[in-house]
Structure formats: structure tokens, C-alpha cells
């Protein structure tokens, strides 16, 4: 059964879990109150050598401030202040406690601001100290901010609100009512601090008041932004943007650049909870705009942070750690503990994310780490709480529950109620996946007793959702049911797009295992069209459209299985398609419809269009999908493969379906499709062409069990004729499938019975035949042919020293055999640089590159073809760079090493071969391994020799592995290549 998807709560580490910003909050009162920089010296008349040096002490110490000598401008005045003291003169006294009050209220700003907070107490309680005793009033406002900010930051928020009432206490006593609004302000914040909504937002709407009776328009906007916030927390996002909005037309009336920047920031993140990215990114960047503008570097951190968040959520986790680790610079060059913090606590978030919970705890314990150091508390509970959901990944629930259990002690010890339900929460989820759905249950209920009475939407909502999961596991479909559709209210109620579509997701799951076929296939369509709302809202945005699609994934997957279910397999494959590959379609339709008279549409194809396209391609079409269960498996909570779907379209149009049941395949073997093709991959790896590395052993291996899996039953429905293609449009861990070297019971290759293509989908066939068409005739440029150029130097891996990639002599042969064939020169050695490469490939009609390929399996798009180095480039012609060409060629050959593989996703492999096609390019053969320099060379110069007699590309590489075979019988010498999209 295809899992519910319940809600971790991930704290980012910004000064709350929404990621709002409070501008100036806590240094309000240095508007409302002044001190002169320095005071005047008295003239009293006293003791004549006394008063002398009192006065020259007195004076040179303002002279040290001014040079910004601070240590010795205070020593200076401490000693002037002793004389004044024994000398009982008063007004001279006064003078220098004055300029030691100021002084001390500047160094704990300056250490607030550095988030020292002990530091900046200690000189804050010294300046309060010095204003109670010469009655300075002003100075005592200022200390008292000063003293409320930074117990606010250590998460001691009932100390904040004493500073606060006592600051509100003093300006309501001199009558000072913008002083009165902003101090009404700051308790509103500590107030959302301790997620006490309801006397958050009573407290900011009088400060709003007072602000609009003094005509304080700054404080008007801070109130505003104050608002804002609380109704983010509470869920209330349309609320908290027309709140953001009216803000920010305020800063920017009155020019108040550091403001208008916060409140983009702010109207960011009301948009991400939105799940709209696009408007959350877009207003993130003008917020770091401003920041930089202004060389405002705090703030340009906190917009860092923002995008970084913004993407992650997207699932864009280069992203993320990108705009984290540039967050994570600026922290440290300004000495910003708590912002060091932050960053790495969104490093470990973005990490554990990708899966790599090694690299997600090193930064957990980091941020932990600064959070103990500068004793900050909520800070420290976030890390805690991150901890534990990185060792939940790993299935450690000892840790898990140890970690949440601290992060929940600590939430209740600050009175952080939104803190103290999403400790809660998780709890529940580590139970709930440990089996214990009692606990779960209870953990739940205490979560959403919280959330309710803090009026927090969102989490009552995770909470309900944690409560249909546990009822579900339980077999009690009808509370399953009553918790999913309440979770879907509350999602639909605040406009939270992504918690809509994980409600419809849960209750498909849910009305699907209770046998409610026709409930389920509702609710999973309508969650599909949240989908897909989702991902019209990114615009063209190629990216964050592949990211976004992973996790809803699952959801297409499920209605698939409940379309099988009702023995409608047919309508079961048209969800096949529009599952995958969406973000490719809508990238090559864009292209194609760019400056067309006939604009491509762009819909998923229904089964009589997939019928249109096999006729068209006049091949058979093998799609494959794989469905996966989430069991409790030794206490521990996992996926496991549970079936692959086949479809088989034939050239007339006619659909078949196969069903094979893959749960044995761990049930006894203890192995999955992904590790026979892991073991497979190992087997097949040889050093050659590849970018670094050493011979390995082979390994006494076969590979019948895949053929078994992914052929046998579907035999029968091939054809009969090995010249006839057969397209295979793998899923997942299939895109690394060899095809043609798949052996039968008696040993026979695949490729030896058909001629056979791959695709990522589809539609991306019928793209890519549109491709074909629109190149209207035959490019009459040159062909290019490169091989072994001088080869460039790189490390395998960061961190490790570089060492330049080996030559490889087969290559060159290749490259100087080919050339004649179509009619050029080979471009060897130096000659093959990449600047001129790349200024020849939009012109060439045939391109054939014979170099080192480097792999990106965790970005992608970082794969990358070895040219020479030549200028500041470092050689290396990247996935990333092809992407944005625009190029003619009818056929691409990288003759280098995996050059079909990337990051493997829902939408298919991000690589070089996506990149070339997305660049025009219709045909492109590529290899899945590290392929051996001699055999490559010769089946490289058989195919070409092939292709001049017949121009079927599919059926010349065919002919060229069966001619390698005969003196090259390991399929790792010949079966890596394979070729995607048009075999004409």
C-alpha cells in the first residue's frame, strides 16, 4: 500500500518556525528615546589639581571614542569618574556615567547583534543600572530594550515580557505614546514567541492604533508586519499577505529601504506556505536585492536563508544548500552566532532531505552546538527536534525519541507551545513507525489539543493527518477516513495547496485499502490536479518543476494501482504517462512552440493518442512502472518494490498488460530490482573511459534474473522480426537497465532478437519526432568529430586533490577513422577545446564527441563531457551549459563514459542526455557504464560504417554490438550505449 505522507517538523532556525522576520523589533526604543553621543564637561569649580586631571581624563576619553579606541576610552572614564566621586562632584559624575550608560548600551547592542546574548545582558543591566541611578529615563528605555531583546533571543521569554512591561510601564509614566506603540509591539512579539496568538495580535493591533494616532507611519508598518505574522502562524495566510502588503506600501512611502526589504521577505514566506514557489522565490530575490543595495549584510543573510528555504521546499536541494552555504559565509564574517547557527541548521534540513543523514547530523550537531553556546533556547530545541528527525530517516528510534523528548522539554521550559506541539507530533511519528499506534495516537491527540488552542492551523491539520495514518494501521477505516477529511478542510481552509494534495493523497490510500476503489480514484484524481496546479504555478521553470515532482510521485503511482484494481489497466497506463517526464514535456513543448505559427499543445496523451504515437513511431512501446508497498519490517518502517506494471503498445495500436509480482524477490532472495541492477552496474564497471579510478575484479555474474523480471513476460508480445524496433521507456532504477545485453535461459542476448531504443516517455517520443520534423531538412553543416582531446584537470571528488584525466589513444583512433566516413576532419589534442567546440556545435549536423564523461548523480545537470582546457575555462563542457544551446544536429554521439546516467528522478535521468535533447537534438546515443577504450573505438567506427549503408540509427547500432560480440563477448564491451528518441 502506498504509504500516507505525514509531516515532519523541520525547523529552519529562523526567529519563528514560518520564517518571518521581525525588522527592528527589539531596537524600537532607540527611536523613541536619545542620547547625545558624548556629554559636555562640567564647570564646577573644585579642588584645582583634582579637577584638572578629572577633567583631562574626562576629555581624553572622549577623544579615544571618537578614534574608536573603546577599551581605553572606558578606562579613561572609569578613572575621571573615581576622582569626580571623591572630589563629590556631582554634575562631573553625571557626565561620565552618562557617556559610560551610552557606551555600555552600545556594546550590548553591539553583542546582541554579534547574538553573544550573555555579553550583551552583562553591559545591558550595567547601562539600566547607571540610568536608575541619575535618573535618566531615556537611558533606562534603551537598557530595558536592549535587556527584553536578548532574553527574547536565549528563549526566555517570561524574562522578555518583565523587561517589556517595565519598558511600557516608563513611557506610559513621561506620557510618550509612540514609545507606548512600540513597546505594545515588542510584547506582541514575545507573546508569538511563546505562541500565545490571541495576545499577540491584541498587543500589535494597539500598537497599530497608537502608531496611526502619532502618525508613526514606520511604527504603522512594523505593527503591520507584527500582524502578519501571527496570521501566518495561525494558518491565516491571505490574511497575513494583505497585512505584508500594506506594509510594505508603507516602507516604501516612506523610503525605509531595510523595512521594504523585510516585508518582501515576509510576503516570501506567506506564499511559500501558500505553495506558491514561484511568488515566494520572486519576492525572496527582491528582499536580497535590497539587502545588498543597502549593504545591509544581516539582512542579506536572512533573505539567503529565505531562498534556500523557499527551494528546499520545492525539493530543490542544491538549491538550498547553495543559498545555505552563502548564508552560512556571511554569518560568519560578520560574527552573527545565531545566524551561524541558522545556516547550518538549514545545511542539516537540506541534506537530510537528499538522504545523506551523515552530512544532516554533522550540521545538526553544529547548529546545536552554537545554540548551547550562546544559550539560546529555542534555538537549541530546533536542533534537538532536527537530530532526531535525521536519525528517524536512518530508522534509529532510540535516538529519535531520546533527541524529540529533549527538543520537548525544552519547548514546554520556554513556554513555546507551537514548539512544544511539534515535538509532539514527531513523537507520534517515530512511534507510529515503530508500530506503537497507541502512543501514536496519544501523541497525536496532545498535538492537536495544542494546536487548537493556540488556533495554529497548520499543525492541527499535520495532527489530524498523524490521526488518520495511526487508524489506518489499525484498520479502523472509518476514523482513518473522519481524520484525513478534516485534515483536508483545514488544508482547503487556509488555502495550503501542498497539505491539500497530501490529505487527497492520504484519504486515496486510506478509501483504497477499505476496498472503496471509486472513493479512492476521486480523491487521488483530485489530488493529481493539486498537483499540477502546483507546478503551472513555476512558470517555465525547468528546475524546480523536476524537484517539486518527486514528491508527487507517489500519488500517480497509487491511482495507477487503483485503476489495475478495478480492472482498468488501459486508464491505469494513461496515469503511467502522466506521471513522468511531465517536467521534460513541458521544457521540449516550449521549445517547439517558441517563434511557431503552429504552437505545440501540451496535455498528457489519452490511450488513442498513445496508440497515434506507437503508429507513428511503427515500433512496439514497452512502458514499465513500479509500485511499491511501505511495510513494518522488523520494527522498522520501509519501502519495498510490490509489482511491476508493463504495458506493451503495438505498432497497430493494440494495448496489452502484464502484472509481475516482485515481493519475492526480497521475501526469499533478500534483493530488489535496484540492487540486481546496483550488482549489474559493479560488473559492468572497467576503468578506460572512465574519469579516475582503478580495474576491478569481475565478478561471477549473469544477467538472466532481470531478463526474467523485465522480459519473459512479455516475450510472447515482441516481435518476431529483429529489424522491427522495440522502444522501452523504463522507471526509476530501470533507466540504468542494460537492454540489449539482458540474457534468456539459453543465453541469448536481447539485442540478438530486436533493435531497441529507449525513452523517458511517451510524449517525449512524439517531441522528439516533432524535433525531426521541425529541422525540415537535412542540416548542411559539417559534421563535428572529436577525439581525445588534451584532457583537463579535475578531482573525483570535492575535496579530493586534482590530477589530470588519462588520454586515451582508442579515442583518437575512433575519432580518425570516423571522420572520412561523414566527411570532415578529426579534432584532436589541443585543437579540442572547448571554446571551440562549443562555437561549432550549433552548427554541426552530426555531432560525435570520443572523450572522458564525468557523472553527477546528485545535481545532474554537473555531468559533464572532458574537453580541452583553453583561457579561464576549465575544460569541461557540463549538462548545465548544453542546456541552454540551441543546436541542429539530427544525431549526437557521446562516446565517453556514463553519458546516460545523472540524478535519477520522477522525471527521468538529469544528465547530458536530457540536455541534448531539450537543446533540438532528436536522436542521442549515449552509454550507462564506463566504457573500454579499444572495443568502443571499433563498434563506434562499425555503426558509422552501418549508417552509410542504411539511415535507421537504431538498427545500425544493433548491427554494430552484434559485430563487436563476435570478438569482444563481454557485454560490457559492447552493450553500454544506448539510443533515445528518433531511430531516422
Not at 517538523?9 to 526567529?15: A, G, I, L, P
Not at 489499525?474 to 494534495?501: S, T, V
Not at 540524478?903 to 532528436?922: H, W, Y
Amino acid at each position: 500500500m502506498q504509504p500516507f505522507s505525514l509531516t515532519l517538523f523541520k525547523s529552519s532556525n529562523r526567529k519563528v518556525r514560518s520564517g518571518f522576520l521581525f525588522p527592528l523589533a527589539f531596537c524600537f526604543l532607540s527611536v523613541a528615546f536619545y542620547i547625545p553621543r558624548h556629554s559636555q564637561l562640567p564647570v564646577v569649580a573644585q579642588t584645582m589639581d583634582s579637577k584638572t586631571q578629572a577633567d583631562r581624563l574626562f576629555q581624553q576619553g572622549n577623544q579615544q571614542w571618537q578614534t574608536r579606541q573603546f577599551a581605553a576610552a572606558v578606562n579613561s572614564w572609569q578613572q575621571s569618574l573615581q576622582i569626580y566621586r571623591a572630589l563629590k562632584n556631582r554634575q562631573g559624575e553625571r557626565a561620565v556615567l552618562t557617556n559610560l550608560g551610552a557606551v555600555y548600551y552600545s556594546l550590548g547592542n553591539t553583542y546582541l547583534s554579534l547574538g553573544n546574548y550573555a555579553k550583551a545582558i552583562e553591559y545591558s543591566q550595567q547601562s539600566l543600572a547607571i540610568a536608575l541611578e541619575i535618573k535618566d529615563r531615556s537611558g533606562e528605555g534603551r537598557a530595558l530594550g536592549n535587556l527584553e531583546a536578548a532574553y527574547n533571543s536565549l528563549g526566555n521569554y517570561a524574562k522578555a515580557i518583565e523587561y517589556t512591561e517595565q519598558s511600557l510601564a516608563l513611557v506610559r509614566e513621561i506620557k510618550h505614546r509612540q514609545g507606548e506603540g512600540v513597546a505594545l509591539g515588542n510584547l506582541g512579539i514575545a507573546y508569538l514567541k511563546l505562541s500565545n496568538y490571541a495576545k499577540a495580535i491584541e498587543y500589535s493591533q494597539q500598537s497599530l492604533a497608537i502608531a496611526r494616532e502619532v502618525k508613526d507611519r514606520e511604527g504603522e508598518g512594523l505593527a503591520l508586519g507584527h500582524l502578519a505574522v501571527a496570521y501566518n502562524l495561525l494558518g491565516s495566510y491571505t490574511k497575513a499577505i494583505e497585512y505584508l502588503q500594506q506594509s510594505l506600501a508603507i516602507a516604501r512611502e516612506i523610503k525605509n529601504r531595510e523595512a521594504e526589504g523585510s516585508a518582501l521577505g515576509n510576503l516570501g514566506n506567506a506564499y511559500e506556505s501558500l505553495g506558491n514557489y514561484t511568488k515566494a522565490i520572486e519576492y525572496a530575490q527582491q528582499s536580497l536585492a535590497i539587502a545588498r543595495e543597502i549593504k545591509n549584510r544581516e539582512g542579506e543573510g536572512v533573505a539567503l536563508g529565505h531562498l534556500g528555504n523557499a527551494y528546499n521546499s520545492l525539493g530543490n536541494y542544491a538549491k538550498a544548500i547553495e543559498y545555505a552555504q552563502q548564508q552560512l559565509a556571511i554569518a560568519r564574517e560578520i560574527k552573527n552566532r545565531e545566524g551561524e547557527g541558522s545556516a547550518l541548521g538549514n545545511l542539516g534540513i537540506a541534506y537530510e532531505s537528499l538522504g545523506n543523514y551523515a552530512k544532516a547530523i554533522e550540521y545538526a550537531e553544529q547548529h546545536l552546538a552554537i545554540t548551547r553556546e550562546i544559550k539560546h533556547r529555542q534555538g537549541e530545541g530546533a536542533a534537538l527536534g532536527n537530530l532526531g528527525i535525521a536519525y528517524l530517516d536512518l530508522g534509529n528510534y532510540a535516538k529519535v525519541i531520546e533527541y524529540t523528548q529533549q527538543s520537548l522539554a525544552i519547548a514546554r521550559e520556554i513556554k513555546n507551545r507551537k514548539g512544544e506541539g511539534a515535538a509532539l507530533g514527531n513523537l507520534g511519528i517515530a512511534y507510529e513507525s515503530l508500530g506503537n499506534y497507541a502512543k501514536a495516537i496519544e501523541y497525536a491527540q496532545q498535538q492537536l489539543a495544542i494546536a487548537r488552542e493556540i488556533q495554529d492551523r497548520e499543525g492541527e491539520g499535520t495532527a489530524l493527518g498523524l490521526l488518520g495514518a495511526a487508524y489506518l494501521d489499525l484498520g479502523n477505516y472509518a476514523k482513518a477516513i473522519e481524520y484525513a477529511q478534516q485534515q483536508l478542510a483545514i488544508a482547503r481552509e487556509i488555502q495550503d495547496r501542498k497539505g491539500e494534495g497530501v490529505a487527497l493523497n492520504n484519504l486515496g490510500a486510506t478509501f483504497l485499502k477499505a476496498g472503496n476503489s471509486t472513493e479512492a480514484e476521486k480523491m487521488l484524481v483530485n489530488g493529481i490536479q493539486v498537483w499540477e496546479s502546483m507546478r503551472q504555478m513555476l512558470g517555465s521553470n525547468d528546475e524546480n518543476k523536476v524537484s517539486i515532482f518527486e514528491a508527487q510521485a507517489r500519488t500517480y503511482r497509487m491511482l495507477q494501482r487503483v485503476r489495475v484494481a478495478q480492472n482498468n489497466p488501459i486508464a491505469a497506463l494513461e496515469i503511467s504517462e502522466r506521471g513522468r517526464a511531465r517536467a521534460f514535456v513541458d521544457l521540449l513543448t516550449e521549445r517547439l512552440s517558441s517563434g511557431s505559427t503552429n504552437p505545440v499543445i501540451n496535455t498528457s496523451p489519452n490511450q488513442d493518442q498513445i496508440r497515434q504515437i506507437a503508429k507513428a513511431q511503427n515500433a512496439t512501446l514497452v512502458q514499465y512502472s513500479i509500485i511499491y508497498d511501505e511495510l513494518q519490517i522488523q520494527g522498522k518502517r520501509e519501502m519495498r518494490e510490490s509489482a511491476l506494471y508493463i504495458w506493451i503498445i503495438q505498432p497497430t495500436g493494440e494495448i496489452a498488460f502484464r502484472q509481475v509480482d516482485l515481493k519475492p524477490l526480497w521475501q526469499k532472495h533478500n534483493a530488489s530490482l535496484a540492487s540486481l541492477i546496483i550488482d549489474n552496474q559493479e560488473f559492468l564497471k572497467v576503468r578506460s573511459r572512465s574519469s579516475l579510478g582503478s580495474p576491478k575484479p569481475e565478478p561471477n555474474f549473469n544477467l538472466r534474473k532481470l531478463h526474467e523480471l523485465l522480459i519473459d513476460p512479455i516475450a510472447n508480445l515482441l516481435p518476431k522480426d529483429p529489424n522491427a524496433h522495440v522502444i522501452f521507456i523504463p522507471q526509476g532504477s530501470l533507466f540504468q537497465v542494460p537492454f540489449p545485453a539482458l540474457q534468456d535461459a539459453n543465453d541469448n542476448y536481447l539485442i540478438q532478437k530486436h533493435t531497441i531504443l529507449t525513452a523517458p516517455s511517451i510524449q517525449v517520443l512524439a517531441l522528439t519526432r516533432q524535433q525531426k520534423l521541425a529541422q525540415k531538412q537535412p542540416n548542411s553543416g559539417n559534421a563535428l568529430v572529436l577525439g581525445n582531446p588534451t584532457m583537463p584537470i579535475v578531482s573525483a571528488s570535492p575535496g579530493e586533490p586534482k590530477r589530470q584525466l588519462s588520454a586515451l589513444p582508442g579515442a583518437e583512433a575512433e575519432a580518425r577513422a570516423i571522420a572520412p566516413l561523414l566527411k570532415t576532419q578529426a579534432i584532436t589534442g589541443a585543437q579540442g577545446t572547448k571554446a571551440a567546440i562549443v562555437r561549432q556545435m550549433p552548427q554541426a549536423s552530426i555531432i560525435h564527441l570520443a572523450t572522458h564523461g564525468l557523472l553527477d548523480d546528485v545535481n545532474g545537470l554537473g555531468s559533464a563531457i572532458a574537453l580541452a582546457p583553453s583561457g579561464n575555462d576549465d575544460g569541461l563542457l557540463t549538462a548545465e551549459e548544453i542546456f541552454d544551446m540551441k543546436l541542429q544536429a539530427s544525431l549526437v554521439v557521446l562516446s565517453a563514459c556514463n553519458t546516460a546516467e545523472g540524478r535519477i528522478t520522477g522525471d527521468g535521468v538529469i544528465g547530458l542526455s536530457r540536455a541534448l535533447i531539450s537543446a533540438g537534438v532528436p536522436s542521442v546515443i549515449v552509454s550507462l557504464w564506463a566504457v573500454p577504450d579499444a572495443p568502443t573505438s571499433e563498434l563506434m567506427q562499425s555503426f558509422y560504417r552501418n549508417l552509410q549503408n542504411n539511415p535507421d540509427k537504431a538498427q545500425a547500432l544493433r548491427q554494430a554490438m552484434l559485430t563487436a560480440m563476435k570478438t569482444h563477448p563481454q557485454p560490457r564491451n559492447w552493450a553500454a550505449f544506448t539510443l533515445i528518441g528518433e531511430a531516422e
